[in-house]
């Protein structure tokens, strides 16, 4: 008897402690939040997505693992491909006013293209596309999502402090996604295609003052892309973009900063004394197209889907954020219902998508020196005509075959294979 009461008191003495320990910290499963549409990730096309769909009167959250932090690579776009996005650019946000763009083969032979552009500062681009979601009733929420489960019709987000659950979930956390799901979806059609990037802002008197982005292209960045991109005043970004070499491109762009040096040194006689000031690393879906991207409430957007740049990207948010609010409305959020967006998406940018992956995979196979050639042919020539993308496409393909028409068959063989 005496055992058992002193086992009685223990626990009455221990008992408080349990219910401070309740209170400080509560049980997962007690914070539970409920929306119409929640879009997993504060990326452009997230944003766009919780923008559009709050405007049509949906309930709105907004969930990423850190609103404060502005961590996004993407700070060049060009006004043709906005315009074509329907998304309009703030002056307060431009760093610097580009007059286009110049394609660099690897021996230095230079296309040049006119068209305007800008360098942004993406940190006020997006503190002013979240004011906005806030300002149409979008819950921001910082917390990072794991696990999603479907239930009863609805999506249940289990974070770290809550579960949310909403009719539809959108996706939009990047090509990284940290959003566990067991749909079995492949929304990427070529996920091994990712260009994995490394991208750095430098420091150099005078050289963000020049007028052009540069487009490298070749063996120093083998299936995409190198950039410079003049941030005005003394800052500019150069980076590499490289398919199917892993995700460290460490020494492509170890090369690469070699090469810029050696090339920037007629402008810039000390250019060896250039400063890296930061660097980024992250994913390029530019050549993986989207595969399938809805379910039964459930949507991706933006980078997740395959759907690169910043602009297209916006606009492919809008897209989903407008689709998920009517479905929400109309009371279907099965995927026939949402398949609405994936059908308006292929119609406005499928076949611009097609185009870019057939222009990569025919880059990818090319030697330096047919690349030389081929840059050197285009030079002095009015690559763009002015007229829509099909139009524009065709003009090249034209262009290209005239002078490389090897080059033109192979781009027409990979742009049946899309």
Known sequence: ??????????????LPLLLLERFIKPCESEV????????VGASAAGMMAAISAAELGSEVILLDR?????????NTIFEGMAHRA?????????????????????????????????????????????????KKGVLLLQ????????????????????????????????VQSSLNYSDGLSYMRHPQDIAWAMEATVQ????????FFQYWIGSMAPGWKATFSPAGGDLATIGVFVRGHGK??????????????????????????????????????????????????????????????????MRAGIICGTV?????????????????????WNAEFGWEYRMGRASLETLKNMRDEDIDRLVADLSGKNILSGKSFWKEALSAIIKIASTQPKIALDLAINLAKC
């Open 32 to 39: 539970t939040m409920k929306c119409d549409v929640l879009v």
């Open 66 to 74: 850190d609103l404060s932090a502005s961590d996004h690579a993407a």
């Open 86 to 134: 329907g998304i309009q650019i703030e002056k307060s946000h431009v760093k610097k006013s580009l007059s286009g763009m110049e394609i660099i083969s690897p021996g230095g032979h230079k296309a040049t293209l006119l068209a305007k552009g800008y360098f942004i500062d993406r940190t006020r681009f997006d503190e002013h596309y979240l004011g906005m979601a806030k």
């Open 324 to 344: 998920a609010s009517q479905a929400v409305a109309s009371g279907g959020v099965s995927k026939s219902s949402l398949s609405k967006y994936a059908a308006l």
């Open 143 to 174: 917390d990072t999502a794991k696990d999603m489960t479907l239930q009863s019709g609805s999506r249940v987000v289990a974070a770290e402090d809550a579960q949310i659950e909403a009719r539809v979930v959108i996706d939009a956390s990047g």
């Open 248 to 313: 460290d491109v460490s020494s492509f762009f170890r090369m690469f900063l070699k090469r810029f040096k050696a090339y920037k040194t007629a402008a810039y006689e000390n250019i060896e004394q250039l400063k890296i000031l930061s660097c980024k690393v992250g994913g390029d879906p530019i050549a993986v197209l989207p595969g399938e991207i809805v379910s039964d409430s459930f949507m991706v957007t933006g980078g997740a889907a395959g759907q690169s740049g910043l602009a297209y990207s």
């Open 204 to 211: 150099y008197p005078g050289l963000g003052r020049e007028d």
């Open 1 to 14: 008897m005496a055992a058992s009461s002193k086992s009685a008191s223990d626990i009455a003495a221990f």
